[in-house]
Structures are given as structure tokens and as C-alpha cells.
């Protein structure tokens, strides 16, 4: 009778702890509706505020909002993702050496990010990165690497072929590889993405910028 207490009583043990384990992740992760006003104000303040000033203020306030709900979910990659969009749009706003210390600091939440999840939001650690590894300068200024982001975007069009943002990003890199042809064809499969519930200001300010590249090759 001892051991069949004591054997029930290691199993209810295990099971709470089990259960207890199993909520722990389930809230580590915010909900689309929490994350959507964010996204929603990024492209509010990226596309609808032309001073970079304003930008810059507007950006780091998103920024200390993002950080504060990361207080209750220091583990959800997506949140990670966009905190770190959010920090390389404020450095691209700011520009200078004194932006560098943003984009490491997104660098690293893209990072952790994909350590976490690969394919959050449907791989775009990746392409955030990749981006950053392009467009940030090289050794001895920054930690440019355009193979590094060859590889990284690889890797995001594996995971999100068709996507708006992955194949914009990455016909920007090839255009800057002098490749138009494979940048054409990559902004052309921009134009054909998906619009993405709520997300209607971001997806006319992007389809705009695939739109000025186009011209651009033509």
C-alpha cells in the first residue's frame, strides 16, 4: 500500500508538473492580436511620417512598448523579430555611426529569434537578417557580409518562397550583386504575395518600394 501511494503520488507529481510546464509555454508566446498593433504602427511610422526626426522618436517609443510586452514573453520569438525590425528602422532613420549600436542590437534579436523558431512569422529572423548582413557596412565600420546573407536568404525563401518582404529584400541584394535579371524576377513574385489581414498599410508602402525598383531596372 506504501508503494502505491508512493508510486500515485510521483505520478500526480509528474502530471501537475507536466501541466504546469505546458501552460508555461503556451503564455510565453503573444497572441496575433497583441503583436498586430505594432506591426500596425511600424508601418504607420516607416511609411506616413516623412521626417526622420519624428521617425526616429516614433521608432524608439514602438521600440520600449515592444520591449515592455517582452517583459511577460522574454521567449516569443516573434516579438523578438519585431523588436528587431523595429530598432534597424530607427537605425536607418537615425543613419551614422550612431546607428550601429541598433543594428547589433537587432542583429542579435533575429538571432535569438531563430534560435528559438526559424520559421516565426514565416522565417522573417531570416530575412531581417540577411537584410541586416547586406546592408550594414563591412569590416572594420560594421559586420557587413554579403555571403552571409546570400545564405540566410536561402534559407527564408525555402521557408516563405512567395512572401512580399523576402522576395523584396532579396531583389534588392541582387541588384546590388548586379544580377537584374534574377531582382526582376524576384520583385515580380512580390507583386503576386498575398495581402496580409490588417496589414494594408505595410503591404501598399512595400508593393510601392517593389513598384520604384522596378522602374528603377527598367
Given at each position: 500500500?506504501?508503494?502505491?501511494?508512493?508510486?500515485?503520488?510521483?505520478?500526480?507529481?509528474?502530471?501537475?508538473?507536466?501541466?504546469?510546464?505546458?501552460?508555461?509555454?503556451?503564455?510565453?508566446?503573444?497572441?496575433?492580436?497583441?503583436?498586430?498593433?505594432?506591426?500596425?504602427?511600424?508601418?504607420?511610422?516607416?511609411?506616413?511620417?516623412?521626417?526622420?526626426?519624428?521617425?526616429?522618436?516614433?521608432?524608439?517609443?514602438?521600440?520600449?512598448?515592444?520591449?515592455?510586452?517582452?517583459?511577460?514573453?522574454?521567449?516569443?520569438?516573434?516579438?523578438?523579430?519585431?523588436?528587431?525590425?523595429?530598432?534597424?528602422?530607427?537605425?536607418?532613420a537615425k543613419g551614422g555611426?550612431?546607428?550601429?549600436?541598433?543594428?547589433?542590437?537587432?542583429?542579435?534579436?533575429?538571432?535569438?529569434?531563430?534560435?528559438?523558431?526559424?520559421?516565426?512569422?514565416?522565417?522573417?529572423?531570416?530575412?531581417?537578417?540577411?537584410?541586416?548582413?547586406?546592408?550594414?557596412?563591412?569590416?572594420?565600420?560594421?559586420?557587413?557580409?554579403?555571403?552571409?546573407?546570400?545564405?540566410?536568404?536561402?534559407?527564408?525563401?525555402?521557408?516563405?518562397?512567395?512572401?512580399?518582404?523576402?522576395?523584396?529584400?532579396?531583389?534588392?541584394?541582387?541588384?546590388?550583386?548586379?544580377?537584374?535579371?534574377?531582382?526582376?524576377?524576384?520583385?515580380?513574385?512580390?507583386?503576386?504575395?498575398?495581402?496580409?489581414?490588417?496589414?494594408?498599410?505595410?503591404?501598399s508602402g512595400r508593393r510601392?518600394?517593389?513598384?520604384?525598383?522596378?522602374?528603377?531596372?527598367?
Amino acid at each position: 500500500m506504501t508503494a502505491f501511494i508512493r508510486t500515485t503520488t510521483s505520478l500526480l507529481t509528474t502530471g501537475l508538473l507536466t501541466l504546469s510546464l505546458g501552460c508555461a509555454t503556451m503564455v510565453q508566446a503573444a497572441s496575433p492580436e497583441q503583436l498586430l498593433p505594432f506591426q500596425q504602427r511600424w508601418a504607420q511610422i516607416q511609411y506616413d511620417l516623412s521626417d526622420e526626426d519624428t521617425q526616429v522618436k516614433a521608432f524608439a517609443t514602438l521600440a520600449e512598448d515592444i520591449e515592455h510586452m517582452r517583459n511577460t514573453h522574454p521567449k516569443d520569438p516573434e516579438l523578438m523579430i519585431w523588436l528587431g525590425i523595429t530598432l534597424s528602422s530607427e537605425a536607418g532613420a537615425k543613419g551614422g555611426l550612431g546607428a550601429l549600436k541598433l543594428v547589433k542590437q537587432a542583429r542579435s534579436l533575429f538571432e535569438q529569434s531563430i534560435e528559438h523558431d526559424p520559421n516565426a512569422l514565416q522565417g522573417s529572423a531570416l530575412t531581417s537578417l540577411a537584410t541586416l548582413y547586406h546592408q550594414v557596412p563591412g569590416w572594420p565600420i560594421g559586420f557587413g557580409d554579403d555571403d552571409k546573407a546570400a545564405t540566410l536568404f536561402q534559407q527564408a525563401l525555402q521557408i516563405n518562397p512567395n512572401g512580399l518582404d523576402t522576395n523584396y529584400f532579396y531583389a534588392a541584394y541582387r541588384v546590388d550583386q548586379g544580377d537584374k535579371q534574377m531582382a526582376r524576377t524576384h520583385l515580380l513574385q512580390a507583386l503576386k504575395a498575398p495581402p496580409r489581414h490588417g496589414r494594408e498599410r505595410a503591404d501598399s508602402g512595400r508593393r510601392s518600394e517593389v513598384q520604384t525598383l522596378l522602374q528603377q531596372l527598367n
